[in-house]
């Protein structure tokens, strides 16, 4: 029975930890607070009120895996929300200009920060130090120090849900297409996986993909009837839409392109990297740009759901987003990590901030509380490498190690010729 288990949550339940944090937090939560955590209501406000902090943390993981720190992304956020709110007030723009506005905006500043880094040569960590001085200022200063509402149909990405259509059948109808569609892929991925098991004679037996699929599924299905029965005009967050995509999105180029490789690459081994033919400066030139393009996305969902953009956005959401991906899995010294722990490592904050605010705890508490998870979280990991053991947060959920990802970009370098000047005296 043990042995089927470690199959069946891929190799041990120890390398789910994050998950398993999630779970008990969750359940201990709606005991304590008799029976509050789990309502449609709050799950939404969960969702709603750290999907930027999230967004963040999915830039966050791929500037860490690379070796990299970026404190400027609160800032940057803040920065771009007012430049919107100010646009669609005095230029009297439609929302999505707004947003392809902020999302160019946002990729101006990353890619003068990845300047800074990849092609000057100056750390991260200095950098987007800088900028963190640089864009509050600069926010203040566009702003004036003063609130700029944000019109309403601009606020529905960072607090309108999907619509209802069609007959009624208990759910809100998207919510329930949304889960249905995910329940499908998912076992649809499942037999897909036997058919190519049965060509290449793998280890997994079929009972265990199934039972993992079937496990899903669940989940899933809870999900979409906790979302899809809540009071009339709400279901699954539009924010949340937001964060499954990128979810999705940036798992597949962290795991499925050369690029992502290549990011794990230079992380676990710069000068291996370099000698395999990586660009190192294109690798950080990009996971500069992102981060900050994401985090503009961030703030213009914080503004949306707040209703207006003001000096005080952003004010420690780099040390949030930071948290969450060292809770998630990623290794300090980089090369290590993965997109969905480093969201999971962001909902188990969430949760942990929703139910003490629900029990009651004052912030002086819960900022304590939250840093002791953090620390504990990371000494644990660092505990199991100290005693030989495979890492339960590094390989959380797949994630690869660094002698992996060397090998990987090893084995594409012949499709990716080094640069010019790119050697490995320089890596």
Known sequence: MTSYLKQVFGGGVRQFGMVIALVVLTLYFQVKTGGKVLTPTN?????????????????MVLVIIAGHIDLSVGSVAAAVGIIVAIAMRDWNIPWWVGILLGLVVGLVIGA?????????????????????LIFRGLNQLIGKNNSVPVPDSFQKIGSGYLPEWGPSTGLNNSTLLLGLIAIAWVLWSAFRQISKSKDL???????????RAVLISAVIAYLTYLFGSGRS??????????????????????NRTITGRHVYAVGGNRSAAALSGVNIKHVNFFVMANMSMLAALAGMVFVARSTSSGPSDGVGWELDAIAAVFIGGAAVSGGVGTVLGSVIGGLVMAVLNNGLAL???????????????????????VYNKVQGRPSIIGTLLRGKSRREASLEAAEDSASVPVSAGETAAKG
């Open 43 to 59: 799950a939404q406000n969960i969702i709603n009120g750290n999907s930027y902090i999230l967004i963040l943390a999915i830039g």
């Open 359 to 381: 029990q009651g705890v004052g912030s002086d508490w819960t900022q304590i509380i939250k840093g002791l998870v953090l620390l504990l979280a990371v000494a644990f990991d």
């Open 233 to 254: 005009g709400t279901s699954f967050p539009i924010s949340g839409c937001i964060l499954v995509f990128l979810v999705l999105v940036y798992s597949f180029v962290a």
């Open 112 to 132: 003068w920060q990845g300047t800074w880094v990849a092609y000057v040569g100056i750390p991260g960590f200095i950098t987007t130090l800088a900028g963190m």
């Open 201 to 211: 004679d793998a280890t997994t037996p079929a009972p265990v993909i199934i039972t």
